[in-house]
Structures are given as C-alpha cells and as structure tokens.
C-alpha cells in the first residue's frame, strides 16, 4: 500500500487512519477498545455480526446485553434476532429478480422501441416487419432521431457557450475563508472539467439517454491506481483523477415503490451491473484496492459462465451483434458481469459486489466506510418530469402514435406513388402468358401472350390527391407542437416565405421554449447534482500540488488573500452549486442581447431607483427574467443598495477632490498670474533701466563724437594754416630767388 503524502492522506480519504490501517470500529467486529454502553450502541447503530463473529466483544452477550444487564428482561427491540445479520446473498438475488421481472414486464418494450426508434427502426412487434410487408414501402420517418439530435444541439449551446461550467459560492458570503473555498474550488473543478473529465460527452450522452430511454445515471468516483514497477518494485502512480461514468439504465436497477423525486436515494437498495474484462477482474483479486481490500477469488467458469442477455442493449447498437454476449479467443478478454450492490439495512446503507448476484466478491460494509460522504454515487437526471413515477416517459414514447402515424401516411403515399409509376396488370387465369416478364418491369422487356389486348390488360391508376399531403402536413405540424420543434420548411409550405424576422422569431420562440424548459429540468434534475458530487470530491481527494497551485493562481488567492499555500481547511467548507444553464440559453445572440438589455434595464432602475425599492431583489428579478436564474454569479455578494451608496458616497468624493482641484488650481491660477505680472514689471523696470543707459550712452557717444568733429575741424584748421604758412615761406622763398643780386627790381 503507497505511502500516505505528509499533508493529506492518501488513498483519498480524509477518514482514514493515517497509518493506513483499519479503524478500531469498522462493521462491528472489533469493539475490543470501546467500553460495554459504547460497544452496545455501536453495535445497535452499525449492526454487529452476531452469528457470524467467533465471539461477542467484551461486556456483551449473544442477545446484545452487557454483563449488568444479563438478568434484565430482553423487549422486543433488544433482542439478537433484531441485530441478526441477513442473509445477504438471498437478499441481493430476491432484490435483482423482483427489479428484472417488473422492468422487462413494464418498461423493457418502452425501452426497446424508444431505442429503435431512434435508430430509425420500426418496433419490433410492427406490421412493417412482417413477411406480408416484405415487398412493400417501410420506410421510417428520421422525425424522432432529428429532434434528439436538435434537442442535443440546444444542449451544446445551453451548457458550452459559457467558458466557466458551474458556479459556486459559499453559504456565508461574509466569511472569508468561504469565500476562498468557493474560488478555489470553482478553479479547481473548471480545471478537471476542461482537462480530466470528458465533460462533453459526459453532458450530451447524458442528454441523449434522458430523451432516448426517460432517464439518464452517471456514477462520479475518483480513479486511483497504482502499479508497482518489475524492475524497481516500487509503486508508482498512474492515475489519480476524478471520472464520471455515464452507466446505461437497463444495468440499473432499484425499487420501482421509490419516491419519484429520487428514486436512487430513497430506494431500500440500489444495483449497478458492470461488464468487465475477466483479467481486471484477476486483478482485482490478486491485488488490493488503495484502502487494502481485495476481491475474493472466484473460478473463472463460475466468474465468466453464460453471456447475460438483454434485448435493450441489443436493440441500441442494433443491427450489430452484441459484443458483451460474445466469447473470446484469449479468455482474459471475456465479459465477466460485477453486480455492485447497496442496500439500506438498519437505517444505513452496505455495499457489496458479486459476480451476477451468485457470487459474493467482498463482504457488506456501510458504504460511509467506502465512500467518504456516505451518499451513493449515483445520480439520475431527467428530460420530461412525470409526477409520481419512478422512471418518466421517453421522447420517442411520448411521440409514438404520431410517429406511427407519419410512417403510415408516408409509406402508403409512397406504396401509391410506386403504383401509379409501374401500374399493376389483370391476366386472365389459364392463358399462356408470360407472367416472370409481366411482372419484370425493364426496359425493353418483351411480355408473350397468345391474345395481349385480352388475355393482359392494365390496371388504371389515379394521381394522388392534395389530401395525402395536407394530412402529413398536419401531423408534422401536431409532432412539432409536442415535442416542441421548430420546422421552417414548413413554415414556408403553410405562410408566406417572405416573413419578416420578428415573426419567424415570434413563431420560434415557443418551441425555444419547451426546449429551454427541457434543459432547465435536465440540468436541475441531474447537472447540478453530478456536480455538487464532483465538487465534494475535489474538496474530498484532490492532491495534485500543481493542479491546486495552478487553480490559486487562476482564482488570485495568493495576491487577493496573501495565502502562500493550499491546505484542507481552505477547501472543506460548506458550499453551494449552480449550472450556467437558464431560460434563453440555447440561442448565443438572443442570450447577448438579453443580458445587455437586462444590464442596462437596471442601470437605469438603480440610477433613479424610487425610496424604498430593494434594488437587490429587482436585480435578481431581472436576471431571472433574463434566464439568468437569480443571477447571483454576477455580483459579489453586496447588498445593491449599498453598492448604490457607495457609488454616490464614491461620486461626491470625487466631485469634492474635483472642487478642490479647482480650487487649487484657481489658487495656483492666481499664483502665477501674480509672479507673471512681477515679471512683467521687473522686465519693463530693467527695458526701462536699458533704455536710459542706452540714451545715457547716447548722448556720451554723441559727445565724443562732436569732440571729435571739433578736435578734427581744429586739427583741420590748424594744418590748413600750417600750410597756408608753408605756401606762404616758399612764395618768399621763391621771391627771393627771383629778386636780383644787386638789389634792381627785376
């Protein structure tokens, strides 16, 4: 047996001791640890095997006394015979032929014909299958196969148009830690929905059987396996994930007296008939299950014996042969049938397996010691809902009489329309005529008769009438109505086809419907409560490190709620599931325009909500109204007139910071306008200080430039005088070179 992981035990049970054995107190055997009073209300409560144990426990007698109590006299409730265990074989034969025997008398050809039906099959016991009807028209009309196959279209849209499966909240919204519970295991159980279950297949072939045969039974479980390595003799894990099996419903078997609501609980016992492969049954007998339990060992000619035959399993995957009746070349491949049996027995429920009921394969246990929530696994789900019965109709039941109607009326058009095309012939009795090449009707064939306009003469045939037609029209019309089908073929046979879209949707829209209402009654009688088993499994058994670190990571545990690890507490909380599937949901684009029209509907009632209106209740009234249920997913659990609250406290929060922003702005505004206008004044003051030196600069500039002017005109002056002397010494210069020596006047 593997080894339990340090922080959740393992095999999955929170239950279990942690050393892998069993408890001191299992089925009643061993009391040796509890006291007499302890030992003789356990014994009273779990119902001890007197008769069948070696001895009593300590302190008690064969009559379930204690010592002190052995000279008291025994009533009638105390005595042994009433803690006697029953004969357990007797009671599981006595059950499984009672169930059989009023199935097959009262639901067997229901069942078989349903399932023709929808393989495009007349019933068995139909005229179409007689030797008379050999030669003539049998066809059957794909009426009741289209409307399952529509219905299970719906179904698609309905429940995988919406990423997120389900939705799950806590009881308490208040309470936080609920409230990580319900987000952890909302990721959780999307992850194993997306990733381990197949869970298309598992809500469609659902949907298929609760319309083909009234009823549909999954079985959730969580698969773990180990397989120990040849080599290294060390176990190691090979599949640890939850499974949800789809179980056909004449292997089912319960008490046709249960309460209607829910016969697989309410009934005294409850039998599943497995087929299985005669080597995993070896193995279930060599090896122990992950809680220590093995199969008792059984002949394999017992075990395996005569194929169980059951007409409702041929009829589905008819006409092919049945395989489970079928023997194999390698005997290890045979079909071996595991009866799994519970019964309630002292107010509790035991569980068992036998090979056909014959042979017992473990011993009765309660079933709290085999299943962690004491529930049995078992879950039915419904397409029509019939008060005060067991098992409900099927579609192809409740369509019947006009489904054989419509294979009637068209067979017999047909029959007409083929005689009309290839009329039939009178031949006179005894006369040589060729008969094989009369009836023969080829190309070119050659009829030889002594007297042809005699001795042959031609049937005369009619066209057939408009009233052939207008009476199937009717009956499609009645079948649609029924099971709420939307034809628009024959909507353009009896209206116009130019019909504007709002009265094709006006006329869709009552078979949407009594579709829709179909699938809310699958989805409340059998989706959610599959997954509410599911959910109790993850919180139960899940132990995937990676996949609980990925599923806090997609619901933002550790950065919402700063939690560095996933541990037991946060999961095991009380929570409550809901299916994304309402009224509306079968249409994408109807669906959209109805959430935002529902959206933008109580924007405006929120907005101008009058005094006294709990805006919480029209929330929920709207969604609902939307086909969103009470749409309690939308929200994050706040009263909406709170929300309103403290919306307008958050809006004049805002238009205080608003006005304060002005104000600072306006403060800032004259601030600037202030240093803008100093800056003004100290520019011009320094313009003006400029300008007076600039004139200053002027004025010495001009100064110095008359100086100048003046010191030149003098400089001028000086040196015109400088050469009018010059001029003037060298006229006497030159005078005095002209006046004679001797002193004559030239």
């Known amino acids: 047996m593997p080894k339990s992981k340090p922080w959740r035990t393992q095999p999955p049970s929170l239950s279990d001791p942690k050393d892998g054995g069993r408890r001191a107190f299992d089925d009643g055997r061993n009391l040796a640890d509890a006291s007499p009073e302890e030992a003789l209300g356990r014994e009273r409560l779990h119902g001890w095997r007197i008769g069948v144990d070696t001895e009593p426990p300590p302190g008690i007698n064969w009559q379930g006394q204690s010592e002190t109590q052995k000279d008291e006299p025994v009533e009638e409730a105390d005595t042994g015979e009433a803690f006697t265990e029953p004969d357990w074989d007797q009671r599981a034969q006595d059950a499984l032929d009672y169930s059989t025997t009023y199935l097959d008398q009262n639901y067997r050809k229901q069942w078989d014909d349903s399932l023709r039906a929808f393989n495009n099959q007349h019933p068995g016991d139909s005229k179409y299958n007689s030797e008379s009807f050999k030669k003539r028209s049998s066809i059957y009309v794909p009426k009741i196969r289209s409307i399952i196959r529509k219905n299970e279209a719906a179904a698609a849209a309905a429940f995988f148009s919406n990423m997120d499966r389900t939705s799950i ?14 987000e952890l295991n909302q990721a959780l159980l999307q992850y194993r929905l997306t990733k381990s279950i197949p869970w298309f297949h598992v809500i469609l072939g659902g949907a298929q059987d609760a319309q083909t045969m009234g009823a549909c039974v999954w079985n959730p479980y969580w698969e773990y396996i180990t397989r120990r390595d ?77 194929a169980q035959d059951d007409s409702t399993r041929q009829s589905r995957i008819s006409p092919r ?8 070349v390698v005997s290890d491949y045979d079909i071996c049938w595991i009866h799994r049996h519970i019964h309630r027995w002292c107010g509790i429920d035991w569980e068992w397996y036998t090979i056909r ?35 409900p109709s099927s579609v192809p039941t409740l369509a019947k009489p006009l489904a ?8 017999s058009r047909l029959d007409a329309v083929k005689f009309h095309i290839n009329p039939g012939f009178f031949a006179k009795r005894g006369r040589n005529v060729d008969l094989p090449a009369l009836v023969r009707n080829v190309p070119g064939r050659i009829v030889l008769a002594d007297d042809p306009e005699k001795d042959v ?15 199937e029209d009717r009956n499609n019309q009645a079948f649609d109505d029924l099971v709420g089908n939307f034809n628009p073929m024959a909507m353009q046979q009896q209206r116009s086809p130019r019909e504007s879209q709002g009265t094709v949707r006006m006329l869709q829209s009552g078979a949407n419907m009594l579709t829709e209402y179909s699938l809310l009654t699958f989805s409340e009688t059998g989706v959610r409560k599959l997954v509410e088993m599911l959910v109790l499994l993850e919180q139960h058994y899940e132990t995937d490190k990676t996949i609980l670190s990925i599923a806090g990571q997609k619901a933002k545990a550790y950065q919402r709620y700063g939690l560095d690890q996933i541990t037991d507490d946060l999961l095991d909380a009380e ?10 949901a079968t249409d994408p684009t109807v669906k959209l325009h109805r959430f935002l029209q529902a959206g933008m509907g109580f924007a405006q009632i929120a907005k101008l909500a009058p005094p006294g209106v709990n805006l919480e209740e029209v929330f929920k009234e709207i969604m609902a109204l939307s086909g969103y249920q009470d749409g309690e997913r939308f929200t994050l659990g706040q009263n909406p007139e709170m929300v309103k609250l403290q919306q307008m406290v958050k809006q004049l929060q805002m238009k205080l910071q608003q006005l304060m922003i002005e104000r600072r702005d306006k403060h800032e505004s004259n601030v600037v306008k202030l240093r803008v206008a100093r800056e003004n004044n100290l520019t011009k003051a320094l313009l003006e200080q400029k300008e007076d030196e600039h004139q200053n600069l002027h004025l010495y500039v001009e100064h110095l430039m008359a100086k100048d002017r003046q010191d030149q005109v003098q400089d001028d002056a000086k040196e015109s005088a400088e050469q009018q002397g010059q001029i003037a010494a060298a006229g006497r210069t030159q005078e005095a070179a002209l006046r004679p020596k001797d002193g004559s006047r030239a």
């Open 169 to 182: 909240q806590g009881l308490n919204q208040g309470d936080i830690r609920q409230r990580i519970s319900a």
């Open 230 to 306: 040849p080599k290294t003799r060390e176990l190691k894990l090979v599949r640890d994930q939850p499974r949800v099996d789809l179980r056909p419903l004449e292997n089912i078997r319960f008490d046709p007296s249960a309460n209607w609501m829910n016969p697989l609980e309410e009934s005294p016992y409850l039998i599943d008939q497995i087929p299985m492969y005669w080597c995993d049954v070896k193995d279930r007998m060599e090896r122990p299950d992950p809680k220590g339990r093995v199969w008792k060992k059984v002949d394999a000619a017992a075990a395996v014996g005569d």
């Open 321 to 328: 042969i049945d395989p489970a009746g079928q023997s194999r």
């Open 357 to 391: 009921s014959e042979h017992r394969l473990t011993d009765p246990a309660p079933l709290t010691e085999t299943e962690f929530h004491g529930k049995r696994p078992y879950v039915m789900g419904l397409w029509l809902l019939e008060t005060h019965k067991a098992l």
């Open 404 to 411: 054989d109607e419509a294979n009637e009326l068209r067979n």
């Open 457 to 471: 003469v031609q049937m005369e045939t009619r066209d057939l009438p408009s009233s052939a037609y207008l009476e």
């Open 575 to 584: 929570l409550t599931t809901t299916v994304n599937v309402g009224m509306g």
